[in-house]
């Protein structure tokens, strides 16, 4: 086993924020589960990961319930299930020791936020010499407002005002900043069809 799918943050708790209803893959569950089935097929360990901020009081504190893998997410009890309160899935977890372990090499990352917690465990994992597969079409994001927007904004103020970032550009400048300097950039499909040549 050398190879390791890591499913970063595909957790209720952003379906239980406004922000939800503009989501860039509203059905990131559907294509997390296909990489889910590619990585059992082949035999390669499957690592989920939650993020947690306990005592914040918000839809990322456990102590609200939402801390949890989306209900269409399809976990084997075998497959490790950690926690971090960091940005990225090594720093505050023992994801590295679960990988060294094991002998992996390669990683597979999917997730929620694409340009965040996803793209920053990438760099990292990149930075300690992991190969990265990232699999954009399996990751998701929301809009992001400029730097001076007022705090609070509600959903429809974010997508009115001209200075927010969409999804679609946060996504594309994520692949850019990735591909060839810390991962190779891949969708579902191209895994799967690579994964029948290898068969």
């Keep these: ?3 390791a799918l890591i499913v970063i943050d595909v957790q209720e708790s ?3 924020r406004p922000l939800w209803e503009t989501i860039s893959n509203p ?3 559907d294509q997390v589960n296909r990489l889910a089935r590619l990585a059992r097929e082949a035999g390669d360990l499957i690592v989920w990961v939650l993020h947690s901020e306990p005592g914040s009081g918000d839809v990322f504190d456990p102590a609200l319930g939402h801390v949890r893998l989306m209900e269409e997410l399809q976990r084997h009890d075998t497959e490790p299930l950690i926690h971090k309160t960091s940005h990225n899935a090594f720093t505050t977890t023992n994801l590295q020791q679960l990988l060294t372990e094991r002998g992996v090499r390669e990683l ?8 965040q917690c996803v ?19 399996a990751t998701a994001t929301n809009p992001l407002a400029h730097p001076d927007a007022p705090a609070g904004q509600s959903v429809a ?5 001209p200075r927010t970032l969409s999804a ?3 996504i594309r400048r994520t692949e850019y900043a990735l591909a060839g300097r810390f991962a190779t950039i891949a969708t579902v499909g191209q895994l799967e069809a690579a994964g029948e040549s290898r068969a």
């Design 119 to 137: 793209e920053t465990t990438t760099r990292v994992a990149s930075d300690f010499g992991y190969q990265v597969t990232f699999v954009t079409d």
């Design 108 to 115: 597979t990352v999917c997730g929620i936020r694409t340009e």
């Design 1 to 3: 086993m050398t190879r």
């Design 27 to 29: 059905k990131i569950a």
């Design 14 to 16: 952003f379906r239980a």
């Design 168 to 170: 679609e550009e946060i």
């Design 157 to 161: 103020e974010l997508l009115s005002d």
